[in-house]
């Protein structure tokens, strides 16, 4: 994202949070750009580090900033949830599917085009749904916990 769609994103999240009643701060505001700013997902101590969070509150301020992100839909939780833990933005128009390495948490984003969008057409179809939408996580051995996985299975 450009440097205009992270701040234009940033102030449309900051407004669906005020129509709900959420107060404005300027930690949220950081917290949602940081997250607008990474292409990947990003564990909550990954973001608590960036330097222009870590100057404006405590980790405890970011899990609750996150948290309440989350609850309005604007946040998916992906990964191990008893491992690892990562939070991506929710951007209308973008989608992402991850790898999760069930050994040691990686996440790695799926580089092809995504054959749940058709299904997702013949649902909405069919049901009479609307927006449908899906996440996706297919979970496996990354090649740097492979050699160590199958030593110990041996």
């Not at 996150?66 to 604007?74: I, S």
């Not at 998916?76 to 209308?92: D, I, P």
């Not at 085009?113 to 299904?119: D, E, G, K, S």
């Amino acid at each position: 994202m450009s440097d205009q769609e992270i701040q234009n994103h940033t102030a449309e999240c900051i407004q669906r949070l005020r129509q709900r009643g959420a107060r404005r701060t300027r930690a949220l505001e950081l917290v949602i750009a940081e997250l607008a700013r990474r292409r990947s997902p990003v564990t909550l101590a990954e973001l608590a580090a960036t330097p222009a969070i870590k100057e404006q509150c405590d980790p405890a301020t970011v899990y609750r900033l996150v948290m309440k992100l989350e609850e309005h839909g604007m946040v998916r939780r992906l990964g191990l949830h008893e491992r690892s833990t990562y939070f991506l933005l929710v951007v209308a128009g973008q989608h992402h599917d991850y790898l999760v390495c069930t050994a040691c948490g990686k996440m790695e984003e799926i580089d092809m085009a995504c054959p749940v969008h058709a299904l997702e057409a013949k649902l909405e179809k069919s049901s009479g749904f609307r927006h449908i939408y899906h996440e996706l996580e297919f979970f496996g051995i990354c090649p740097a916990c492979s050699p160590s996985v199958s030593a110990a299975a041996h």
